[in-house]
């Protein structure tokens, strides 16, 4: 039997090669490669599929995000709270944007961001809270949006890693604004680096628009300083025949979680939890191998499973605030102790929606016999 990667781009590819091919040609005869008719259609599809009225493609996930934090006023002299557990990105676009970074803990179980730490670092400046939607799941968005009580503070949600995810029958960005990434790897992936941004905002679509097209929704009309972030047509063209799939590629995602499920309970790992409400796509299988605080045991697992096929990897394996990038916050180690705990025990393993039953019992095959050595 062969490895098992992390994850099967060429099995997706596989999927939709034809339409691709197709769409590709396309383009190309019409020499529509910045925005054009499948740029239209597909931020059309997408919003749909996301249940709001309003998609804008942009060049990938970071600048997805820049463009909502900036759209709902975040600049110099503001702060935006979010979880110490996340992608680098999360915070960058903060920074980019001219706002402070501030920093929350995780909730120890599902690692998501700890509600009440974000509403208690609320401050006079603070303009937005950014609730990451880690490895498929949704955050509790509604109850942030309970406990800022009618503050005037945004909701900027860092949605990418769950297209297609619902919490309580609604999805990121139904209620306010929501980023998003279709870096190849994701549920809904590109041929390189491609974002969006969704909204039920009408005027803050504009925006995110403009500010992404230099400032202007015409040629030439620059009304505010903006940057250079769009959506081209051949990635379009790949995202239009993989959302075609989506729904049923995460169904298949939860039934591959599900067998896991079963596979791994009588092995020492701690299995992802589900909020209540949530429906999970499964963008990552994230377990945690206890060890003794710190990463050794963790690692060691990880060779393991590598040396035998098993594509596993990690996910994020140190929190903003350990960062060289953001030590300038100042927080020091000890600042958020579940973001701290969990990191050093985190492990990812493979799931895509063409995974079968064989691999998956030959990864958790694998993920026992590391655990003895």
């Known amino acids: ?81 979010l979880p110490a557990n996340t992608f680098i990105a999360t915070a960058e676009a903060v920074a980019r944007a001219g706002g402070r970074v501030v ?4 909730d120890p179980q599902t690692y998501l961001i700890d509600v009440e730490a974000a509403l208690a670092a609320v401050t006079p400046a603070t303009r937005a809270i950014a609730p990451v939607h880690l490895y498929g799941q949704l955050a509790e968005v509604e109850q942030v949006r309970a406990g800022l009580g009618g503050r005037d503070v945004a909701i900027v949600e860092d949605a990418a890693q769950c297209q297609g995810a619902t919490r309580h029958g609604r999805g990121a960005g139904a209620d306010g604004i929501a980023a998003t990434s279709f870096y190849p790897g994701k549920n809904l992936g590109a041929y390189g680096d491609a974002g969006a941004v969704v909204t039920a905002d009408a005027g803050l679509a504009t925006t995110v628009r403009t500010l992404g097209g230099h400032g202007g929704l015409k040629k030439y009309a620059h009304d505010v300083v903006g940057m250079n972030s769009r959506l081209d047509g051949l990635q379009a063209v790949v995202l239009r025949a993989k959302l075609a799939r989506l729904a049923d590629w995460n169904a298949r995602r939860r039934a591959a979680a599900a067998r896991y499920d079963e596979l791994l309970a009588d092995l020492d790992v701690v ?83 063409q995974i079968t039953p064989d691999q998956q019992a030959r990864v958790a095959e694998a993920l026992g016999s590391a655990l003895e050595e």
């Open 1 to 81: 039997m062969g490895n098992v990667p992390l994850v099967d781009l060429a099995a997706a590819h596989a999927e939709v090669a034809q339409e691709v091919e197709t769409g590709f040609k396309r383009i190309i005869a019409d020499t529509a490669f910045i925005g054009g008719a499948e740029v239209a259609a597909f931020e059309q599809e997408y919003a749909a599929f996301s249940g709001v009225p309003h998609c804008v493609g942009v060049a990938n996930g970071t600048d997805a995000l820049e463009l909502a934090l900036r759209a709902v006023g975040v600049g110099p002299g503001t702060e935006v709270i």
């Open 103 to 106: 920093l929350v803990d995780c």
């Open 271 to 353: 299995r992802p939890v589900t909020l209540p409400g949530n429906e999970h796509v499964w963008h990552i299988y994230c377990v945690r191998i206890p060890g003794d605080g710190t990463p050794a045991r963790r690692d060691a697992v990880l060779a393991r499973l590598h040396a035998a096929g098993v594509g596993a990897a990690i996910h994020y394996p140190v929190p903003v605030h350990l960062t060289g990038a953001f030590a300038e916050l100042g927080y020091g180690r000890g600042s958020f102790p579940n973001a701290e705990r969990v990191t050093p025990e985190i492990l990812s393993l493979p799931i895509y929606p």
